[in-house]
């Protein structure tokens, strides 16, 4: 059963960090497209950042130069490290994956499986 499952959400007053990960089981994430994107209460889900072949990475403008994805063949496992969070990062995370290599990974209607997402909350 293919399957993925986030971890690292929770609470941060602004200009904080967190690190989010994404296990994978099921399949090889190094040989597909995996994707970060979060949803905020009342927006369409967005792509935060995603990553083909484990070293094509893009980001959205949103969090270039804050957010930075990277990836650990060893446990299969994709993470998103978060910094200078801001009140507007607030929403639910979610990693989900293809298992082909997209050229542009950063629609969500490209990807076939996701993770139950994990909430990422940033407040004063």
């Known amino acids: 059963q293919l399957q993925l499952v986030e971890s690292g959400g929770g609470s941060v007053q602004p200009g904080g960090s967190l690190r989010l990960s994404c296990a994978a089981s099921g399949f090889t994430l190094a040989k597909d497209s995996v994707g970060w994107f979060r949803q905020a209460p009342g927006k369409e889900r967005e792509v935060v950042s995603c990553v083909r072949m484990w070293g094509w990475i893009d980001y959205a403008d949103a969090v270039k130069g804050r957010f930075t994805l990277s990836t650990d063949n060893a446990n299969n496992t994709v993470y998103l490290q978060m910094s200078g969070l801001k009140p507007e990062d607030t929403g639910i995370y979610y990693c989900?994956?293809?298992?082909?290599?997209?050229?542009?990974?950063?629609?969500?209607?490209?990807?076939?499986?996701w993770g139950q997402g994990t909430q990422v909350t940033v407040s004063s």
């Open positions: 989900a994956a293809v298992q082909s290599v997209l050229i542009n990974c950063m629609s969500p209607s490209s990807y076939d499986y």
